[in-house]
Structures are given as structure tokens and as C-alpha cells.
């Protein structure tokens, strides 16, 4: 006889109005369809194109607004910077729509989220310069967050991890935490990018700075990452751009059974070594983009 897990509350942490810990969301107010962004002034801009909405919510640098667009009911949602934002927004949204908040227990259906992370990023191609829109077919977390969790290697390309790994040449600290690289959904990725965004391999940072090999007053630890990142091919593919979230998206999404996919606007290309600092009246375009595909 098989027995759900109980989550007590100091794992699974329920605000007195019914709501999840961080979000502030309740299990009604969540649509299966998610729209990502870092920026929480960047959901009102994602929001301004729904029909009519349920809610609007904020907590810390979480904003949520639930609406419907084109007859599809949304959730548009700010996540902050940083893998470890993913990880408390991932767990939390999975939390919603999968267990029962009464009983603390795994629901009898399981409820399948598509998620889609609209971000911006560093390009690290000729081909990537500012402006370009680039959907992460796979992305290589450098922040190790997925190494916390069991069953990471089933869900990881191992060949791709140790081809980079030997690539960069890493080794003692520069290795710690191990790196992991986890694909997106592909019918999603598919849907989303047709055949007007560039694809490519996504390099995911937990920094802005030294991770993503800019230097200011501190030296860097390997001065050349940038090069041998740039560098890098794997299966006639190489490596678009960096950002700070795509990875922890892609490798819990395919842990918790969601399907998510990671959508950027290059607003500095590292190797023209220029820079979009206007790119917000920009990407209301690729905002309008996913909405219409997701």
C-alpha cells in the first residue's frame, strides 16, 4: 500500500491566509501557464497586455499577476536575480499546484506547469549582438544548485558536463561547485522559438561580476574563462550567452516534471564588448512574442 509523504509545516511553510512562504500566492491564484521575469517592475509590462485580471501580489522581489490573454489564463511573475531565487520560486510553484495545502499530501492528479523565463543576457557570439533574441535549447548551471538534489544525473547531459569541464581545463576550486547542464523542454522550446530566435547552449552564473568573467578591482581566477567559453562546441553547437537563472529553470522543471524553456535579448554582446543600455523599450517585443506562442 503506497503511503504519501506528509511535508510538515517546517518544510512545506503556509502563510495564515493560505498562501506559500515566499510568493504569497494561493493554490487558485496559480495558472498553468507561467510567464517568468526577473525585473518585478517587468510584470506590470507583461501584465499590461492581459484582457482582464485575478490578482496582483507582491512579496520582496516577487510580483505576481494572474490574468488571461487570448483566451489563455497566465501567471506573469518576477523571480529576482539568481539561481537561488529559481529554486524557492520552482519549489513553491510546484508546491501550489501539486500538494493538497489541508492535508500537506501529494494530490491524487498531478498538474503540469509550462513555464517560460523571459530574461536578458550577455551574447557571446558574433552572431549574438546586442538585440538578438535567444532561446536556451540547453543551459550549463556554473552555480551548482542542481547538485543538491537526487536524481541530478538523470536528467543532465553527463557528455556535455565532462566536454566543457576538459574544455575549460578547470580544476581544485575553479571546479566547486560542479557545473551541470540541463536541457529545456523540447516541444516548448519548439513553440516558442519557431524559427525566428536564435538557439543555442546557455551558460547560467551564480554572479554578475567575476562568474561571468568581468573583472573590476579583483583579479580573476582564470582570466582566459571567457575565451575558452566562447570557444567551446559541442555536437556542431557552441555556447550563445550568459545569464543567471536559465539552468536552475531548465534542471528542476525536468526534476519536477514541469516543462519550462528560457527566452533572452542580448543587451551586451562580451565579444564586440558593447552594450544596450536602452534595451527596455525593446523587449516588450519578445514579451508580446511569448505570449502569442505560449
Known amino acids: 500500500m503506497n503511503t504519501k509523504t506528509y511535508f510538515p509545516p517546517s518544510e512545506l511553510i503556509i502563510n495564515e491566509d493560505g498562501s506559500i512562504f515566499h510568493l504569497h500566492v494561493r493554490p487558485d491564484q496559480l495558472a498553468s501557464k507561467v510567464i517568468l521575469v526577473g525585473d518585478p517592475g517587468r510584470v506590470d509590462l507583461v501584465a499590461s497586455h492581459f484582457e482582464s485580471k485575478e490578482c496582483d501580489i507582491q512579496s520582496r522581489e516577487f510580483h505576481t499577476v494572474t490574468g488571461t490573454y487570448q483566451g489563455k489564463r497566465i501567471t506573469a511573475m518576477s ?22 495545502f489541508l492535508t500537506r499530501k501529494e494530490k491524487d492528479t498531478f498538474q503540469q506547469l509550462e513555464l517560460v523565463r523571459i530574461g536578458t543576457c550577455g551574447g557571446l557570439q558574433h552572431y549574438t549582438p546586442a538585440g538578438t533574441f535567444i532561446c536556451s535549447e540547453t543551459s550549463i548551471g556554473l552555480d551548482g544548485l542542481l547538485n543538491f538534489y537526487e536524481g541530478r544525473n538523470a536528467v543532465c547531459d553527463l557528455p556535455l558536463e565532462r566536454a ?35 538557439r543555442g547552449i546557455t551558460v547560467a552564473c551564480g554572479g554578475f561580476f567575476g562568474p561571468q568573467g568581468r573583472r573590476l578591482r579583483i583579479p580573476l581566477a582564470d582570466p582566459h574563462q571567457n575565451e575558452k567559453i566562447e570557444s567551446f562546441e559541442y555536437q556542431g553547437k557552441h555556447i550563445t550567452n550568459y545569464e543567471m537563472e536559465s539552468s536552475a529553470l531548465a534542471g528542476l522543471a525536468r526534476l519536477l516534471g514541469h516543462k519550462a524553456t528560457t527566452v533572452c535579448m542580448v543587451i551586451a554582446n562580451r565579444v564586440k564588448k558593447e552594450a544596450d543600455t536602452g534595451y527596455k523599450t525593446h523587449i516588450d517585443d519578445l514579451i508580446q512574442l511569448v505570449l502569442n506562442r505560449i
Open 164 to 198: 566543457l569541464l576538459n574544455h575549460l581545463g578547470w580544476s581544485g576550486n575553479l571546479c566547486s561547485p560542479a557545473l551541470y547542464a540541463a536541457h529545456a523542454d523540447k516541444e516548448l522550446t519548439e513553440r516558442i522559438a519557431e524559427k525566428d530566435l536564435v
Open 79 to 100: 523571480t529576482g536575480i539568481g539561481c537561488d531565487n529559481i529554486d524557492i520560486v520552482m519549489n513553491e510553484l510546484d508546491a501550489l499546484a501539486n500538494i493538497d
